[in-house]
């Protein structure tokens, strides 16, 4: 018999233990708990800035614009969302940006789960606006779910970016923001996309959850884009900075886990790439030499 239903059970368990394995015995008890209980509790904050003097026709208006990225929230389908999640909030309130944005598989497995829309409306109650993208993990529910998930959080406040430019009104300058649907199980159309955007105008940031979507991009097509997708690799025996270059992401061609850029930032095409670890974790609820990460992106 050749079940395919019992064939990628096989498939999980196998690689579930193969991970075990290889971390507790390179690493032993204390390690495990670590990446279990400790890093995935451990918010970083993590400041990036872009100086606007390199940006080709942006003006020094938007000097200042902060946004606030979230990613990879992978909330379950019933239940709270963790600490580090409103932690990541909290933060981000604190930090006073002009936007957030949501870079897409905010719910495991594509289950609905209303603590989204609770985020979304702390964000937007403190009179932030909250734009967003799908990632794979938003489409893996029941037909039609992710209707359903964009019905649902386009009520609460969330402007949706997928494959859409909209303009953003900054201190008296006009910002575009742009959004590309997932690489691998939405309907990404970067055509339509540039159709939206006003001639020679390159969208001052452009969301994608996953990083592979750059290279279907025409040269110079924004300036900054962000993505998440990869966690930086949520579990990394590689200590930073080779957590960067010797890391699982990379070496997994075929697989949807795959990618070349794994996280941090990466200039490809004349755009600038910023790849975010993301806040939440899937598969192995553990986290190693791969923080969850809220990132405060700043012109300056």
Same mark, same amino acid.
């Given at each position: ?45 993590? %400041? ?25 929230? %992978? ?67 029941? #037909? ?111 697989? %949807? ?14 755009? #600038?790439?910023?790849?975010?670890? +993301?806040? +939440? ?20």
């Amino acid at each position: 018999m050749n079940n395919p239903e019992i064939k990628k059970k096989k498939n999980l368990l196998f690689e579930t233990g193969r991970k075990l394995a290889l971390t507790g015995t390179t690493f032993g008890f204390p390690t495990l708990a670590y990446a279990r209980y400790v890093e995935p509790n451990w918010l970083d904050v993590s %400041h990036q800035t872009v100086p606007v003097d390199a940006l080709e026709g942006i003006g020094q208006g938007i000097k200042g614009f902060k946004a606030a990225f979230f990613s990879d929230l %992978h909330l379950p389908d019933k239940g709270p969302a963790s600490d580090t999640l409103w932690l990541a909030v909290e933060r981000a309130l604190l930090e006073r940006p002009d936007l957030a944005l949501l870079g897409g598989d905010m719910f495991d497995h594509g289950k609905y789960n209303p603590v989204m829309a609770d985020m979304v409306r702390v964000l937007t109650g403190a009179g932030i606006p909250v734009w967003g993208v799908l990632g794979n993990h938003d489409y893996f529910g029941r #037909r039609g779910e992710y209707l359903r998930i964009m019905k649902n959080l386009e009520e609460v406040g969330l402007k949706w970016l997928v494959n859409r430019a909209e303009p953003f009104e900054y201190r008296g300058a006009q910002i575009w923001l742009a959004g590309i649907d997932d690489f691998v199980k939405g309907e990404p159309d970067v055509a339509e996309t540039a159709r939206q955007i006003p001639p020679g105008v390159r969208p001052l940031i452009l969301l994608s959850h996953n990083p592979a979507t750059i290279k279907t991009l025409p040269p110079d097509f924004a300036h900054v884009m962000l993505c998440g997708h990869t966690h930086g690799g949520q579990i990394n025996p590689a200590l930073p900075p080779l957590n960067r270059k010797l890391n699982w992401v990379k070496f997994r061609p075929g697989s %949807h886990h795959y990618s070349e850029f794994v996280l941090g930032w990466y200039t490809y095409n004349g755009i #600038r790439l910023y790849v975010g670890r +993301g806040l +939440g974790m899937s598969g192995l609820k553990m986290r190693f030499n791969a923080r969850p990460e809220l990132v405060m992106l700043k012109f300056e």
